[in-house]
Every structure is written in C-alpha cells, then in structure tokens.
C-alpha cells in the first residue's frame, strides 16, 4: 500500500477513535495522552518502515501529522470558538471560563489551551519551521 493511502487510512479511520470527545478529555493526565501518542508513533514507524532510531520528530513531520496533543489543542480551541459564538446562551455559558488561582489543582477542558507545549510537539513545530525557511 502506497505511503500517502496508509497516512489517509490512519486520518480518516483510526484518529477520530483515539480522540473522540477530545475537547472534554484533552486535559487528563499526561500518561494517559502518553499512551494515545505512543500508538501514533508505532503507526507512523511502521507506515514508513522506518528504523528504531529515527526520531518520532521527523517521523510526523515527513507524514505532516501533528501530535496527538496538538491536534487535541487545536480541536479544543475550534470547539470552544464555536461554542461561543452560539446563539443558544445555555452552551454560550457553558463555554465560558474563568481560569482557577494558579494554586488551585482543578482542571477543566480549556485548561488544554493555556497548557505549555509536549517535547514531542514542539520538536515537530520547530522542524517544520526549519524546513518552511530552508524552502523560502
């Protein structure tokens, strides 16, 4: 099977599984978006047949797959936009947010917009960065 038919297979079939509902659990705990990220590095090595030591870094940017904590980023962030701006003022107030203290220890969803960036996903950003100016 071709490269770019696995890369759409992976889109379109085993992605929308692992990060149903994202927006309502993109804040869990690291480990368990560790996990859902592991299973996209297994199919991107494999996909592309790639050695054990290539970096899962350039292993997303060459399929140009986001991490799964980027993607959950942006889902999370196109809900709440959504969210809104709805007419209905139930959901309007619902998405509405005031952050905690910094003290305090409960986390909602958008907690997943203020968090700080993954190593994995800020080596993905910075690689594509690095080849969008080798291409200018």
Partial sequence: MALRNKRTLY???????????CPVFAHAAPNIINKLQKIQNKFCRQATDAHWCVKNSLLHGDLKLP????????????FFDIALN????????????EPPPAYHFLRRPWNILSDQLDALTSEVERLADAKNMQLE
């Fill in 11 to 21: 889109l379109m079939c085993i992605r929308p599984v692992m990060t149903y509902a």
């Fill in 67 to 78: 991490s799964i904590n980027k993607f959950m980023r942006d889902a999370s962030k196109r």
């Fill in 86 to 97: 709805h007419p209905n003022p139930l959901i309007m107030s619902a998405a509405t947010y």
